[in-house]
């Protein structure tokens, strides 16, 4: 089945620096990627939308300096979290469709990063 | 803009039994998927089972079934013969295939089942 690996798993960093988050379609491609974020025992809010070759669009409310999304190929995706803060400690989920499946083909979801700012 | 509600936040069964998931929805549009996702504690999305609104018999998937009222804008999920690896949170979810080619998905807040042994 569609493989989504998403790295890394968990981080832990300072306030003020800045996390990458890699997401990639090991045996497919996808044009699109989405990216959520997860609070605890809530259910996942989509952040951005990453297009390959092309700019991220963002859900309202996201700040797209602080979350920038790269896609630069048809299997891989990046989340940067810049000047990262402790509000920004949560979990976080990529997921992707496989360009060539079905109209009902569903998300590929990653195994989510769980990010700690201290 | 569609919405997706799940008004079980917590629902436990006992092992071998049945039980049922409810899923409410609203959109104007009339072509459109539905799924079910299974979070267990691993934090994984695990796709359970999936609907396409033009297909009026219900989707189903060995023990998970739906049940799918159009008109009504339910699609709530059977689980039976309960397992305790059925234990985890799930999320009902709608799609829409916009012009474009990218799909949005919107999640339900999730309903936390518990399978009792």
């Not at chain 1, 974020?37 to 996201?62: C, D, H, I, W």
């Not at chain 2, 008109?71 to 309960?82: C, E, H, Q």
Request: with cysteine.
């Amino acid at each position: 089945g569609a493989v989504v690996s998403q790295h890394p798993s968990r981080v832990i960093c300072k306030s003020g620096t800045s996390v990458k988050i890699e997401c990639r379609s090991l045996d497919f491609q996808a044009t699109t990627m989405f990216w959520y974020r997860q609070f605890p025992k809530q259910s996942l809010m989509l952040m951005a939308t990453s297009n390959e070759g092309s700019k991220a669009t963002y859900e309202q409310g996201v700040e797209k300096d602080k979350f920038l999304i790269n896609h630069a190929s048809l299997t891989l995706s990046t989340l940067t979290v810049t000047s990262a803060h402790p509000e920004d400690s949560s979990f976080y989920i990529c997921s992707a469709r496989d360009i060539s499946g079905l109209g009902n083909s569903p998300l590929h979801f990653g195994n989510g990063t769980r990010l700690t700012v201290t | 803009a569609q919405t997706v509600t799940q008004s079980q936040p917590e629902m436990s069964v006992q092992e071998a039994e049945t039980v049922t998931l409810s899923c409410t929805y609203d959109t104007s549009e009339s072509n459109y998927y539905l799924f079910w996702y299974k979070q267990p504690p691993s934090r994984q999305m695990i796709l359970v089972i999936r609907q396409e609104a033009y297909k009026q018999q219900n989707a189903t998937e060995n023990r998970f079934s739906v049940n799918f009222q159009k008109a009504a804008k339910s699609f709530s999920l059977k689980i039976s013969d309960s397992q305790l690896g059925d234990t985890a949170m799930y999320f009902c979810a709608f799609m829409k295939p916009p012009p474009g080619g990218y799909q949005k998905v919107t999640f339900g807040i999730g309903t936390k089942l518990q399978v009792i042994p």
